[in-house]
């Protein structure tokens, strides 16, 4: 009986930490974007969006938390397999040849990276809301050679900030986030509760679902229709903690939306009401092993694009240094 009401007891925790997600109309969602904006606060010709608010400060900050300097990748290995959720996968010619008396190989790359496959960055021309992007830059200056404004090129300089690594199911008790969880700003404050990290300016934010492991357990699902994540809901409270980069080992957006007609509304109101680049399909099991073993939830966290002009984002290896 003692064990029975355990058990009841632990349901209900887990249930009031992360509750069903509200419903969202369209004309709510319209109202959202607008309220979050930060087109022209950092000038009417900004491109860089929420990388303004990683300062020298910041990075300072950030590059003092290195203590033992042990490095962990947080990106997949690019996948060359096709499947359900690879419908794009890299393509990788090597090529032998003569060269001033060697003998040389090289490489042909080949990669369409949005999705649910790769690691990678999304840029700021990658969304578009209502015929605009970030800061009202127009659709039209989207041209099959590139974007004309808010090219990743303009992350020339790199992400060098502090990390904040939100394992959400190590701080639920549990191996990974049922498909279709959906994280709101109330759960990553009990986060911070317990743990005693904040989230603040400059930060990038990591949150762990447990995607792979879920994957290891169970094998795939339809990840389109169901996938954890962070409630649309949250681009409020990220625009009131400035935080300057999201990312997930899914997509970030909790899947369905429970915003009408919608299917990764977050990705929507960040790109294009925040100016805030996102990290797609990380693996941060590996990371989060590593923070659990040394009782840190924040590093410095180190990633740069491609300097690809006018490109919607790159193909990302974003590296943890503890």
């Not at 699902?221 to 409020?236: E, L, N, P, R, Y």
């Not at 939306?257 to 100016?275: C, D, M, T, Y």
């Amino acid at each position: 009986m003692m064990l029975r009401n355990f058990v009841i007891m632990l349901v209900l925790v887990t249930s009031q930490t992360i509750a069903s997600p509200e419903k969202v109309s369209r004309a709510e969602y319209d109202r959202w974007i607008t309220e979050i904006s930060n087109w022209g606060r950092w000038g009417k010709d900004d491109e860089l969006g929420t990388l303004n608010l990683i300062t020298e400060k910041q990075v300072k900050a950030a590059v003092a938390l290195v203590q033992d300097g042990s490095r962990v990748s947080m990106a997949l290995d690019l996948n060359k397999v096709p499947g359900p959720l690879n419908g794009n996968p890299l393509m990788h010619h090597l090529d032998q040849s003569k060269f001033g008396g060697h003998d040389v190989a090289g490489d042909e790359y080949s990669i369409s990276y949005h999705g649910f496959a790769h690691s990678h960055i999304d840029g700021l021309p990658h969304f578009i809301h209502k015929g605009k992007m970030y800061n009202g830059f127009t659709k039209a200056g989207l041209k099959e050679t590139g974007a004309e404004r808010l090219g990743i090129q303009n992350a020339k300089d790199g992400i060098i900030t502090r990390g904040v690594l939100v394992d959400m199911p190590r701080f639920l008790g549990i191996d990974y986030l049922e498909p279709g969880t959906a994280i709101t700003a109330k759960d990553l404050e009990a986060w911070e509760k317990k743990t005693g990290v904040t989230v603040r300016a400059g930060d990038v934010l990591l949150l762990r679902t447990g995607r792979w492991e879920r994957i290891r357990q169970k094998g795939q699902w339809d990840f389109i229709a169901q996938a954890a994540g962070m409630h649309a809901s949250v681009a409020k409270w990220l625009k009131a903690r400035n935080v300057a980069v999201i990312g997930c080992d899914r997509v970030s957006d909790a899947m369905p939306s429970g915003v009408e007609g919608l299917a990764n509304p977050l990705h929507e109101l960040v790109l294009v009401g925040l100016g805030m680049p996102i990290l797609d399909n990380l693996d941060l099991d590996p990371v989060a092993k590593v923070a659990a073993a040394k009782g840190r939830n924040t590093f410095l966290f180190m990633g740069a694009p491609l300097r690809v002009p006018g490109g919607t984002g790159s193909p990302l290896n974003p590296i943890a240094i503890f």
